[in-house]
Antibody, heavy 121, light 112 residues
Framework: QVHLVQSGAEVERPGASLKVFCKASGFTFTNYFIHWVRQAPGQRPEWMGWIHVGNGDTKYSQKFQGRIILTRDTSATTAHMQLSSLTSEDTGTYYC??????????????WGQGTHVTVSS | DIVVTQSPLSLPVTPGEPASISCRSSQSLLYSNGYNYLDWYLQKPGQSPQLLIYLGSNRASGVPVRFSGSGSGTDFTLKISRVEAEDVGIYYCIQTVQTPFIFGQGTRLEIK
């Protein structure tokens, strides 16, 4: 059974950096992409980027370019998302989601439970 | 960036009745392989989004047959043949033909 379990809620100060992890189980981790999606309160979800777990390639939304780093630890079957220079607009719920590549379609067939992040002074 | 527009934004439905949600994009979502890169998700209250339909018309694993997706190019529709109480939540379409992947504003389905 596929599981993506994320790290717990975070409270961060403006200007700080956020790191969220996503522990995968129940599937061959290196065969997939892991996407990160965030959702501000009451807003639509927003795609942030993906990492190909097998080779480490990444693709980021231009909106987050320069602030986001996606990494993975294949031995620990864990993906990480780091977001720097936080502002109050980064408050929201951050999700990891599993997907296949372009040929199969970029849809996200399994999601983590979400990590609630509050940025406040 | 591609603009994705859903309608309606709110959809009150009587149980057992059909429901339909529209999703339009500012550019064609038809990929070079002949598939439309448009997916549908349902976010139930307090939960993560869950995949309903991928590549325009393919039901995801475990999704009831009352859900169907159709459309091509820039115009897509999600239909629920007979709404059940468990279908309440916010429905989102998303284009994945090019990055950044963009979600629609969402359609909140509620039971009358």
């Amino acid at each position: 059974q596929v599981h993506l379990v994320q790290s717990g809620a975070e409270v961060e100060r403006p200007g700080a950096s956020l790191k969220v992890f996503c522990k995968a189980s129940g599937f061959t981790f290196t065969n997939y992409f892991i996407h990160w999606v965030r959702q501000a309160p009451g807003q639509r979800p927003e795609w942030m980027g993906w990492i190909h777990v097998g080779n480490g390639d990444t693709k980021y939304s231009q909106k987050f370019q320069g602030r986001i780093i996606l990494t993975r630890d294949t031995s620990a079957t864990t993906a990480h998302m780091q977001l720097s220079s936080l502002t109050s607009e980064d408050t929201g719920t951050y999700y990891c989601a599993r997907g296949l590549g372009a040929v199969s379609g970029w849809h996200f067939d399994n999601w983590g439970q979400g990590t609630h992040v509050t940025v406040s002074s | 960036d591609i603009v994705v527009t859903q309608s309606p934004l709110s959809l009150p439905v009587t149980p057992g009745e059909p429901a339909s949600i529209s999703c339009r994009s500012s550019q064609s979502l038809l990929y070079s392989n002949g598939y439309n890169y448009l997916d549908w998700y349902l976010q139930k209250p307090g939960q993560s989004p869950q995949l309903l339909i991928y590549l325009g018309s393919n039901r995801a694993s475990g999704v009831p047959v009352r859900f169907s997706g159709s459309g091509s190019g820039t115009d897509f529709t999600l239909k629920i043949s007979r709404v059940e109480a468990e279908d309440v939540g916010i429905y989102y379409c998303i284009q994945t033909v090019q990055t950044p992947f963009i979600f629609g504003q969402g359609t909140r389905l509620e039971i009358k």
